[in-house]
């Protein structure tokens, strides 16, 4: 349901507008107005998604209510009313959803309906993207350690006490200095979570603790194999990774 005032000086023309708007399911007249400071007070109290806006009113216009309400954070839509079309271009000027001349047509009433809806469509999306980068933010970064499942027990690690992880028999493997333990997710996925600049991503299916390095060692094809501390396997590095492991350790 979206939540609208009519603001308007004429209490027919607010009669007329609410009686056309009772067609609409979707929408709720919730307030009226008979000019710009009572609105700005509602607005206050209790905002509204859309607001039917009347530009000639005695006191505060509508074009400067509008320019109130859009220095808000989440200003209302705005459909401009009127009986001249010459505050056309200002209107839009304001973000206005639509402008509506008065006498209002109910067909071109439900083109500014249409309006509403789709906008309200793609703030909502915007919305929910935005609290999944957030939710994913909080997953990710906010990461202290994993718990691993070893015989019928969970078993915290702090992401610090990693080695290093790699792919085994189809299996993300994760050695760290508490043990080795199975990671039900992928190589990737782990790394996403991780996002640290303390892991680095040197092969297809190795990803490393920089902080457990104990040597380096040339390799073929101007690559390198890695000693890690506590643990007797050498970690590879691709072609693909060498530049940035340069970087990384200055080489």
């Not at 079309?85 to 001349?101: G, P, S, T, V």
């Amino acid at each position: 349901m979206i939540r609208c005032m009519i603001v308007d000086d004429e209490k027919p023309a607010r009669d007329e507008l609410r009686f056309l708007l009772e067609a609409f399911s979707d929408i709720e007249v919730v307030s009226e107005a008979e000019n710009g400071t009572d609105a700005c007070d509602f607005q206050k109290k209790s905002p509204v998604e859309l607001v039917f806006l009347d530009i000639n009113m005695p006191g505060i216009s509508g074009v400067r209510v509008a320019e109130k309400w859009m220095a808000y954070e989440h200003p209302p839509m705005i459909i401009f009313t009127t009986a001249y079309d010459e505050y056309a271009i200002r209107a839009f000027d304001l973000h206005a959803i639509d402008y509506l001349l008065k006498p209002i047509n109910s067909e071109r009433l439900a083109s500014a309906i249409d309006r509403v809806r789709e906008k309200q469509i793609i703030d909502q999306t915007k919305a929910i993207n935005e609290l999944a980068d957030k939710m994913s933010e909080d997953r990710t970064c906010g990461m202290d350690r994993i718990c691993f499942e070893s015989s019928g027990r969970l078993i915290p690690v702090d992401i610090q006490n990693i080695i290093y992880a790699a792919i085994e028999d189809k299996n993300t493997v994760i050695h760290t200095t508490q043990g080795v333990f199975v990671y039900g997710h992928s190589l990737s996925y782990l790394q996403e979570r991780l996002r640290s600049d303390h892991f680095l991503r040197t092969h297809r299916g190795y990803l490393m603790n920089v902080n457990f390095v104990e040597a380096i060692e040339p390799w073929f094809n101007n690559t390198f194999m890695v000693k890690m501390k506590h643990c007797d396997e050498m970690i590879p590095v691709s072609r693909n990774q060498v530049k940035t492991f340069k970087e990384v350790f200055n080489l």
